[in-house]
């Protein structure tokens, strides 16, 4: 499903983002990525949605070797991954239900189904009777909700999340755990990008640890110490 | 399933168009400006030019006409002729200029040029006698040419009707200049639709800058190129409609003002009279015009400036 085969990243001659991560993602497998900040999640994440290349090495994504994927075809790429970005990347000038709707919509989803699809998604992620509103009257962690009900509304083959449970306290950081978890359930891959220890060591989920761009440790059922 | 599809996403687009461009009114005013002024220009520099090329004609048609007689006609035929003439109404007055009146003047006019008065004292006479016709009214000389082209009068003419007379210089230099006056028109219109091009396109880019998060996220939620380029051509070619039709209803009061204010006088060579009647008489392909070159600024300068933004990254 996801291979990273020797994948090295460097921004410019003196940093190095990433040295040579080898890792395999099974389909439907539920995947923590930690780390401190500046270690190179970000950069495992923008590489899988194409955002940046790999300097040297070799990545396949559901059948698609990025080496050979034209421009045309970085579209299609993305609409297999749902993403939820750190800075959420909502449109501003669109409101809730529209920013979910989006998501649908650049896909040429009817606006039958659209009108039935986004209010159970935002109902999923609590934020019923809010569609109207616009990004910037929204809390931190509404609009994290809203940016993980586009992420989850297409019914992506892989969903990647980073940092989604960051600005929310406790019960909202859990109630989106529960939600990653029952998309993984359908059957989406998930890869996950966390500080948050208590979670982490309580999903018991397989947990790959970076550590200055390398991988210091990936196991089955994972605990992380910072 | 695939034209459905293709017709939603048309739609989308389209009304993702209007959206932005009620949300975004303001930054697309200074493009609409610019536009304005551009197409204002243009659709005047077309009208002025009408405009000359119809007063020339105007003052070719005021002038005497000239019918040049063939040398065996005899003084009967001619006489005759000239008694034809003078009984048609619109003719105010015929005057026979002989072949000696002809040479008499001919050398008057070139008294300066000692090589021509040898040469043509060294033939026998090449000038024609001539009939000079002035009309009576200088607006209406059709009869006048329907009656000097049949054929047996014809038949007594050495030389073309010509329809200049004596004032044939002075009409040259005014075609000369006009045309001069149309050539230098169109240059600068080019000159100046390259220049608020790029004011144009610069706006848009602007405009485009300010989203260019937007156009970012977009794109990273695999919208495609066209569905993210769309919206911002839409809005552009909506610029260009409102522009065309704001400067087709600028040249408009203008000339309805200045009608009013001159009737029916002439400024100099400008005919205001001719050129408010051309503009109404061409007003929807003017408005067609306008349309046109609006939406192609508009879309072009779109197109241009959302390119940057809509490039994957392709350094490794």
């Given at each position: 499903?996801?291979?990273?085969?020797?994948?090295?990243?460097?921004?410019?001659?003196?940093?190095?983002?990433?040295?040579?991560?080898?890792?395999?993602?099974?389909?439907?497998?539920?995947?923590?990525?930690?780390?401190?900040?500046?270690?190179?999640?970000?950069?495992?994440?923008?590489?899988?949605?194409?955002?940046?290349?790999?300097?040297?090495?070799?990545?396949?994504?559901?059948?698609?070797?990025?080496?050979?994927?034209?421009?045309?075809?970085?579209?299609?790429?993305?609409?297999?991954?749902?993403?939820?970005?750190?800075?959420?990347?909502?449109?501003?000038?669109?409101?809730?239900?529209?920013?979910?709707?989006?998501?649908?919509?650049?896909?040429?989803?009817?606006?039958?189904?659209?009108?039935?699809?986004?209010?159970?998604?935002?109902?999923?992620?609590?934020?019923?009777?809010?569609?109207?509103?616009?990004?910037?009257?929204?809390?931190?962690?509404?609009?994290?909700?809203?940016?993980?009900?586009?992420?989850?509304?297409?019914?992506?083959?892989?969903?990647?999340?980073?940092?989604?449970?960051?600005?929310?306290?406790?019960?909202?950081?859990?109630?989106?755990?529960?939600?990653?978890?029952?998309?993984?359930?359908?059957?989406?891959?998930?890869?996950?990008?966390?500080?948050?220890?208590?979670?982490?060591?309580?999903?018991?989920?397989?947990?790959?640890?970076?550590?200055?761009?390398?991988?210091?440790?990936?196991?089955?059922?994972?605990?992380?110490?910072? | 399933?695939?034209?459905?599809?293709?017709?939603?996403?048309f739609?989308?687009i389209v009304?993702?168009g209007l959206?932005n461009f009620?949300?975004?009114a303001?930054l697309g005013l200074a493009a609409i400006a610019v536009m304005v002024i551009t197409l204002t220009i243009i659709l005047f520099s077309i009208i002025a030019n009408s405009t000359f090329t119809y007063t020339i004609t105007q003052?070719?048609?005021?002038?005497?006409?000239?019918?040049?007689?063939?040398?065996?006609?005899?003084?009967?035929?001619?006489?005759?002729?000239?008694?034809?003439?003078?009984?048609?109404?619109?003719?105010?007055?015929?005057?026979?200029?002989?072949?000696?009146?002809?040479?008499?003047?001919?050398?008057?006019?070139?008294?300066?040029?000692?090589?021509?008065?040898?040469?043509?004292?060294?033939?026998?006479?090449?000038?024609?006698?001539?009939?000079?016709?002035?009309?009576?009214?200088?607006?209406?000389?059709?009869?006048?040419?329907?009656?000097?082209?049949?054929?047996?009068?014809?038949?007594?003419?050495?030389?073309?009707?010509?329809?200049?007379?004596?004032?044939?210089?002075?009409?040259?230099?005014?075609t000369?200049a006009t045309s001069f006056i149309g050539q230098a028109g169109a240059v600068s219109v080019l000159v100046f639709a390259f220049i608020s091009m790029l004011i144009i396109f610069n706006t848009i880019q602007?405009a485009?800058?300010?989203?260019?998060?937007?156009?970012?996220?977009?794109?990273?939620?695999?919208?495609?190129?066209?569905?993210?380029r769309g919206p911002f051509i839409v809005e552009s070619v909506i610029y260009g409609i409102v522009s065309g039709v704001i400067s087709i209803f600028i040249v408009h009061t203008l000339f309805s003002i200045s009608a009013r204010a001159f009737?029916?006088?002439s400024l100099?060579i400008l005919d205001i009279e001719f050129a408010n009647r051309y503009f109404a008489d061409n007003f929807w392909k003017f408005l067609g015009l306008q349309l046109g070159v609006g939406i192609l600024i508009g879309s072009i300068s779109a197109l241009i400036a959302t390119?940057?933004?809509?490039?994957?990254?392709?350094?490794?």
């Amino acid at each position: 499903m996801i291979l990273l085969d020797r994948v090295t990243k460097k921004y410019n001659k003196n940093s190095q983002a990433l040295e040579r991560i080898s890792l395999h993602v099974e389909p439907k497998e539920f995947v923590i990525i930690v780390g401190a900040s500046g270690a190179g999640k970000s950069t495992i994440l923008k590489l899988l949605t194409r955002e940046e290349k790999p300097t040297t090495g070799k990545i396949i994504v559901g059948g698609l070797d990025y080496e050979t994927l034209k421009d045309k075809e970085i579209p299609i790429l993305r609409r297999k991954i749902g993403v939820v970005f750190q800075d959420f990347k909502l449109l501003p000038n669109k409101t809730v239900f529209e920013n979910v709707a989006f998501a649908l919509e650049i896909v040429g989803v009817g606006n039958k189904e659209i009108a039935h699809t986004v209010p159970r998604v935002l109902d999923i992620v609590g934020l019923k009777g809010k569609e109207k509103r616009m990004p910037r009257e929204l809390s931190g962690g509404e609009l994290q909700r809203v940016a993980i009900a586009r992420a989850i509304v297409r019914q992506p083959r892989i969903l990647i999340a980073d940092e989604p449970t960051g600005n929310l306290d406790p019960k909202h950081a859990w109630d989106v755990i529960r939600v990653l978890e029952k998309i993984n359930r359908y059957g989406t891959t998930v890869i996950l990008t966390t500080h948050n220890q208590e979670i982490v060591n309580k999903l018991k989920r397989r947990v790959i640890t970076i550590r200055d761009g390398r991988i210091a440790s990936d196991k089955a059922s994972g605990e992380y110490h910072s | 399933m695939k034209i459905r599809h293709r017709l939603i996403m048309f739609r989308r687009i389209v009304k993702a168009g209007l959206l932005n461009f009620i949300r975004n009114a303001w930054l697309g005013l200074a493009a609409i400006a610019v536009m304005v002024i551009t197409l204002t220009i243009i659709l005047f520099s077309i009208i002025a030019n009408s405009t000359f090329t119809y007063t020339i004609t105007q003052i070719t048609d005021k002038i005497d006409i000239s019918v040049y007689l063939k040398d065996d006609v005899t003084a009967k035929k001619r006489d005759q002729l000239i008694d034809d003439l003078k009984n048609l109404d619109s003719i105010r007055e015929v005057n026979y200029v002989s072949k000696d009146e002809a040479l008499e003047k001919y050398k008057e006019q070139n008294q300066g040029n000692l090589d021509l008065l040898l040469a043509i004292s060294q033939t026998d006479n090449p000038l024609p006698a001539s009939l000079q016709i002035k009309p009576q009214d200088p607006n209406n000389i059709e009869p006048i040419k329907q009656y000097l082209e049949q054929k047996d009068i014809q038949a007594l003419q050495s030389d073309e009707t010509s329809y200049s007379g004596d004032r044939k210089t002075a009409i040259d230099k005014i075609t000369s200049a006009t045309s001069f006056i149309g050539q230098a028109g169109a240059v600068s219109v080019l000159v100046f639709a390259f220049i608020s091009m790029l004011i144009i396109f610069n706006t848009i880019q602007m405009a485009i800058f300010n989203r260019r998060s937007e156009i970012t996220i977009m794109r990273l939620l695999g919208a495609s190129t066209s569905y993210i380029r769309g919206p911002f051509i839409v809005e552009s070619v909506i610029y260009g409609i409102v522009s065309g039709v704001i400067s087709i209803f600028i040249v408009h009061t203008l000339f309805s003002i200045s009608a009013r204010a001159f009737g029916a006088s002439s400024l100099g060579i400008l005919d205001i009279e001719f050129a408010n009647r051309y503009f109404a008489d061409n007003f929807w392909k003017f408005l067609g015009l306008q349309l046109g070159v609006g939406i192609l600024i508009g879309s072009i300068s779109a197109l241009i400036a959302t390119r940057r933004y809509l490039k994957f990254k392709t350094s490794k």
